[in-house]
């Protein structure tokens, strides 16, 4: 998987697959079933049916299917836990897509649905109908003019649609002329129970009187306006609107009288206005009369007003929330000349503006003031009494300004302070008991000190701020802090302190020991030249980064933080360290491990051996980083790991993490598909290298085994073929041999005769008769009486029913046999060639006779037996074309004959031998 979809991930919705595939079917049974979200890409070009219902738990749906061409009926059946499902066809233009009408049956529970890039007027107008659960619905990019069109495609079971979304679809205007054809019309009930609408994205030129009179009690709606359609609103129909948001270009032909706004605002009872991007003539006094008293909330943006009254809001003191947010304003001066006119205004925000000074008594009209917002201005000085009145001020936004100079006269007023944010100013000096009054301060941020070099907190809150969650200090080069005997706070909070080098006078002052959450960013971060992290004993969470430069860490003792749950090391180096694999002894109450950069070279099974309880591992490293076989056997806990990036060398010693992630059950891992590996300096994909290098390698021996496998079956069935018999007869030859060798007693009956080396040897029988046993009557019927009680001289047959020895191997009693015989006669029939029992014997003989040329080999056919049937027996037929056999006469007169010649050539050899 080269390329990973971009996804959202939903808390509590896990685990979670992202999948870049070619064809549904095949890649997605890798799947598990317990998968709740599921976010794919590919190139597949059509969605067929129950594509995904072998998912049944799946929740979350994210389908990226920019080449997708067809979505079959029942696509989507089989998914009955289903509550979100997006389907992104293009991000950028509006596609003709193949949707069948029955696309999404069986989604019955589907809650949230997004389409992007669908053009709807190919799509048959009921393929909304199976969604009867749906909540939200948003479209984007469908390439309809009319917004009525979107309105034909909700079906009148869409009960419980709350929020409609179409944004930029084109759409530029809104009439009631019905749907295409005549065979539907708009659903009244469901439009009727709509609180959300958001056409954002669209430049609607005309509105049609009663185009939206069924929606009648509105939340909130989003418009994007183009030409003079701002009266169109409220002749449209539409009612209670809670939120109206306005956008539109800024262009002086089309600016609005604001008038014109409050007419629409008074007519439709908003109680919010938002206005993003547009253009009004003037706001004065008498132009925000004209709103009444409903509208409590004026929200402007990035927008331009020719002719502003600072004093416009005496028309209107009941406003409660005011923005007027990269406006350019250059000052603020809404109490001047009010003559005393208190604003019941509890929310202010000039974000992003021009303003460079804060006079005293600006805000002296806004006595219910709670939250001011003056961040992302050039506010260079702050004049006495400038926050003067504002006794109910709770959060105070002074960040990304010019301000170098905080004195005790600057907050005095401020008694109910909970949130002060001065953080991205260069402060310069911070006077003694600057903050001595605000005893309920809760968050602090102060920065940058770019020339206070010792930071007494002791003296600037003479008391430590009882109520304190979060103190942030950014002290830029570096800055000593001294604690001396400050008082420690009631409860806990989160310390954030960001230098070249923050050193500490007082190691162990009560209000460390408060710190829960330390985040930290310096080079050096010491006290009386010690790391200072251990002097925060009840740490739960830490992160420290060393900066750009890889703060070297000396005596580093995380080890001893035993409550921690949360650590993240960044940009450390512990190339020099020495102690490197126990730096995380102890952290048994470890949860969350997050090393970004910091230079280990390994991590093994004993650096991690006290992690019991450690669910999430999260790894970035820009150097080669080893993980060792066995890393994560003793991380029981362990649910997710995450490989941001990790360049892995190309080696098959690195196969276990493959094997390991894809065997694991419990153990989430994340990016696997995007890491790295250093081959040949070459930077490559992990996956498809390893794929290549280690699995070929298996491939590759599992073929070479299967293939011996083979020829040594091969090799067996054509020994056992060919080589069986002579093999064996060899084996007792050999056995034979050995017994004779060694002492084994013969008993010879018969006569001696003498054998090759002067050696004598005893004969027990003139022949060996080999026969098969369906010949055996006409053996003892007429063979033996014929030869051993007849004629001169008689002789002396070894018949195997008659002579072999009771008890002994059959291969020992025939080559025991044949040995001891002066001649071996084979009485060869049809039946005599199927026995492997009477081959045996040929066989033996035959090797007899090459051992012993004096043994003779004697052929007798007692039938008839073609040259072409014996073909198909090698070894007779050769011995047939270079031996004299002798053929079993059928007239009785040649029989004597027969038997004559028969008893010379066994007796010949005695002959010969006397």
């Known amino acids: 998987m080269p390329e990973t979809?971009?996804?959202?991930?939903?808390?509590?919705?896990?685990?979670?697959?992202?999948?870049?595939?070619t064809d549904l079917r095949t890649d997605l049974s890798e799947v598990g079933l317990q998968i709740r979200s599921l976010c794919i890409s590919g190139d597949f070009s059509?969605?067929?049916?129950?594509?995904?219902?072998?998912?049944?738990?799946?929740?979350?749906?994210?389908?990226?299917?920019?080449?997708?061409?067809?979505?079959?009926?029942?696509?989507?059946?089989?998914?009955?836990?289903?509550?979100?499902?997006?389907?992104?066809?293009?991000?950028?233009?509006?596609?003709?897509?193949?949707?069948?009408?029955?696309?999404?049956?069986?989604?019955?529970?589907?809650?949230?649905?997004?389409?992007?890039?669908?053009?709807?007027?190919?799509?048959?107008?009921?393929?909304?109908?199976?969604?009867?659960?749906?909540?939200?619905?948003?479209?984007?990019r469908t390439c309809t003019q009319d917004l009525g069109d979107i309105f034909c495609y909700l079906p009148n079971g869409m009960s419980h649609l709350k929020n409609l979304s179409v944004t930029s679809s084109g759409i530029e205007k809104i009439e009631n002329k019905g749907c295409p054809g005549g065979s539907k019309t708009w659903p009244v009930t469901v439009l009727s129970g709509i609180q959300n609408i958001y056409l954002i994205g669209n430049s609607i030129e005309i509105i049609q009187a009663n185009s939206l009179v069924m929606l009648q009690n509105l939340s909130s709606l989003a418009l994007e306006l183009k030409g003079k359609s701002l009266g169109s609103i409220w002749q449209s129909g539409v009612g209670k609107v809670n939120e109206l948001s306005l956008t539109g270009s800024v262009l002086k032909k089309y600016s609005t009288n604001f008038r014109d706004l409050c007419c629409l605002v008074t007519s439709l009872h908003v109680k919010s206005l938002s206005l993003v991007f547009t253009s009004t003539d003037r706001l004065a006094p008498e132009d925000l009369k004209e709103c009444g008293t409903?509208?409590?909330?004026?929200?402007?943006?990035?927008?331009?007003?020719?002719?502003?009254?600072?004093?416009?809001?005496?028309?209107?003191?009941?406003?409660q929330a005011l923005q007027m947010a990269y406006m350019m304003l250059t000052e603020a001066p809404f109490c001047v000349a009010t003559n005393g006119t208190v604003w019941s205004l509890t929310l202010l925000d000039l974000t992003g503006n021009s303003i460079s000074e804060v006079g005293g008594d600006q805000f002296a009209c806004m006595p219910f003031l709670e939250q001011l917002s003056l961040s992302y201005n050039t506010i260079k000085t702050l004049q006495l009494n400038a926050f003067r009145g504002l006794h109910r001020l709770k959060v105070l936004k002074l960040d990304s300004n010019k301000i170098s100079q905080l004195t005790v006269k600057n907050f005095r007023s401020l008694m109910a302070l909970e949130v002060l944010l001065i953080n991205n100013n260069?402060?310069?000096?911070?006077?003694?008991?600057?903050?001595?009054?605000?005893?309920?301060?809760r968050e602090l941020s102060l920065g940058r000190l770019e020339y206070i070099y010792e930071l007494h907190l002791n003296r600037i809150f003479y008391v430590f701020p009882p109520k304190i969650q979060r103190l942030s200090v950014d002290a830029h080069y570096g800055?000593?802090?001294?604690?001396?005997?400050?008082?420690?706070?009631?409860?806990?909070?989160?310390?954030?302190?960001?230098?070249?080098?923050?050193?500490?006078?007082?190691?162990?002052?009560?209000?460390?020991?408060?710190?829960?959450?330390l985040k930290v960013i310096c080079k050096l971060f010491i006290c009386k030249y010690n790391f200072m992290a251990p002097y925060f004993p009840n740490l739960e969470s830490f992160e420290i980064s060393g900066g750009a430069e890889q703060a070297p860490l000396s005596n580093v003792k995380i080890s001893t933080l035993h409550h921690l749950k949360r650590l993240k090391l960044i940009n450390l180096s512990f190339w020099n360290y020495t102690e490197t694999g126990s730096v995380f002894w102890n952290l048994t109450k470890l949860?969350?491990?997050?090393?970004?950069?910091?230079?280990?070279?390994?991590?093994?099974?004993?650096?991690?051996?006290?992690?019991?309880?450690?669910?999430?591992?999260?790894?970035?490293?820009?150097?080669?980083?080893?993980?060792?076989?066995?890393?994560?056997?003793?991380?029981?806990?362990?649910?997710?790991?995450?490989?941001?990036?990790?360049?892995?060398?190309?080696?098959?010693?690195?196969?276990?993490?493959?094997?390991?992630?894809e065997s694991t059950e419990k153990v989430q891992v994340i990016f696997l598909q995007k890491q790295k590996c250093v081959w040949h300096y070459e930077i490559l994909n992990f996956l498809e290298t390893m794929e290549k290098l280690c699995q070929t390698d298996v491939q590759y021996i599992c073929y070479v085994a299967t293939a011996g496998c083979i020829c040594v079956l091969l090799s067996a069935a054509v020994g056992y073929r060919f080589v069986r018999w002579p093999s064996v007869v060899l084996f007792f030859r050999l056995r034979g041999w050995v017994a004779r060798r060694f002492g084994r007693q013969w008993h010879r009956r018969r006569r001696r005769v003498e054998v090759a080396y002067g050696e004598i040897e005893e004969m027990q029988y003139d022949a060996f008769v080999s026969f098969c046993s369906r010949d055996e009557a006409w053996v003892l019927g007429e063979m033996a009486p014929r030869l051993e009680e007849q004629g001169n001289?008689?002789?002396?047959?070894?018949?195997?029913?008659?002579?072999?020895?009771?008890?002994k191997h059959i291969m020992d009693n025939i080559t025991e046999s044949i040995y001891s015989s002066q001649c071996t006669i084979c009485l060869i029939s049809r039946r005599y060639l199927r026995s492997d029992w009477c081959s045996l014997e040929m066989r033996v003989a035959t090797h007899r006779q090459l051992e012993n040329q004096k043994h003779r080999l004697i052929l007798i056919f007692l039938?008839?037996?073609?040259?072409?049937?014996?073909?198909?027996?090698?070894?007779?037929?050769?011995l047939v074309r270079s031996r004299t056999y002798l053929d079993w006469p059928e007239d009785e007169g040649d029989r004597v004959h027969f038997w004559d010649r028969l008893r010379r050539n066994i007796a010949e050899e005695d002959t010969e031998a006397s």
């Open 5 to 21: 979809p971009y996804c959202s991930h939903y808390l509590g919705l896990g685990p979670y697959a992202d999948c870049n595939i």
């Open 46 to 140: 059509s969605i067929s049916a129950d594509a995904f219902s072998h998912l049944p738990s799946l929740e979350v749906l994210q389908i990226d299917a920019k080449r997708l061409e067809r979505v079959q009926s029942g696509a989507f059946s089989g998914l009955p836990n289903l509550k979100y499902l997006l389907v992104l066809f293009s991000d950028s233009i509006c596609r003709s897509i193949t949707v069948e009408s029955l696309a999404f049956a069986g989604l019955t529970n589907l809650e949230k649905l997004e389409l992007s890039g669908l053009k709807l007027v190919n799509v048959s107008t009921s393929v909304f109908d199976p969604l009867v659960s749906v909540i939200s619905l948003q479209i984007t």
């Open 591 to 661: 949860q969350t491990l997050v090393l970004v950069n910091c230079h280990l070279s390994f991590l093994t099974e004993s650096m991690f051996k006290d992690l019991m309880s450690l669910q999430l591992l999260r790894l970035y490293s820009n150097s080669p980083l080893v993980l060792i076989d066995g890393v994560f056997e003793v991380l029981p806990a362990l649910t997710a790991f995450v490989l941001d990036r990790v360049d892995f060398q190309c080696s098959c010693g690195n196969g276990w993490i493959l094997d390991w992630a």
């Open 479 to 517: 800055t000593t802090f001294n604690l001396e005997q400050t008082s420690q706070p009631e409860g806990t909070f989160v310390l954030e302190l960001n230098g070249d080098r923050l050193d500490f006078e007082d190691c162990n002052n009560p209000v460390l020991k408060a710190v829960r959450e």
């Open 294 to 319: 409903t509208l409590t909330k004026l929200f402007i943006s990035r927008s331009e007003v020719n002719h502003l009254d600072f004093s416009f809001w005496t028309g209107n003191t009941g406003m």
């Open 426 to 441: 260069i402060i310069e000096t911070i006077e003694d008991g600057t903050f001595q009054d605000q005893r309920e301060l």
């Open 863 to 878: 039938e008839h037996i073609s040259p072409f049937e014996l073909s198909a027996f090698h070894r007779l037929a050769k």
């Open 793 to 807: 001289p008689r002789l002396r047959l070894c018949l195997h029913n008659r002579d072999f020895e009771v008890g």
